[in-house]
C-alpha cells in the first residue's frame, strides 16, 4: 500500500516530498553495491547505476540553474556530454551522492523562497526545447519528478541484474 506523501494545504512541500521519494528510490538501487557494481552494465543499456546518479544529480543541478537564471557550473559541452552518465577519474560514489544533497538542499531551499511555483523562466534555445518557451517552478519539480521517477525504473532494473536485489523488496 502507498503512503501518502501529500502534505495537506502546502503544494511546494507535497511536490518536494515527491521529487524526494524519487531521489531516495535512485539512491536505494545502489545501496550496498561495490564502486565496480555500480559502475557495471548489466544489461545491453550504456546505463550504469553510478553513472545515473550522476546524471540525476547533474540533471537537477541543470534545472536549479535555469530556475535560478544563473550559469550551470557543470554545463556539459558536446565533447564532455557523455561523462555525465558515468563516472571519471577521481569521482566516487560517495562523491556523486554528496554532490547530489548539496544539490537537492539547494532546489529545496530555492524553492522554499521562490514567491510563487507559477514563476517562470525560461528554456534555453536547445533541439528538444520549444522555442521562445518559458516554464513555471510548479513545472520544474513535476519534470524532476518525471525524470527521476523514469531513471529509478532503469535503476531498479539494473540493480536487479547485478545481484537479484529487488526495488521496495
Known sequence: MAVSTEVP???????LSFVESQ???LREAARGL????????PSASELSLSGLLKHAAECELSWLRMAQ?????RQRAEGTWGEAFHLVEGESVPDVLAFWDRVA???EAFIAAVPSLDDGFPLPPAPWFPQDTKVSMRWML??????FARHAGHADILRESID??????
Open 105 to 107: 538542499k539547494e532546489t
Open 142 to 147: 513535476l519534470h524532476l519528478v518525471e525524470e
Open 164 to 169: 537479484g536485489t529487488r526495488a521496495m523488496g
Open 23 to 25: 531521489r531516495a528510490a
Open 9 to 15: 494545504g502546502d503544494e511546494r512541500g507535497t511536490l
Open 69 to 73: 537564471q544563473q550559469p550551470n557550473e
Open 34 to 41: 561495490t564502486e565496480e557494481q555500480a559502475a557495471s552494465r
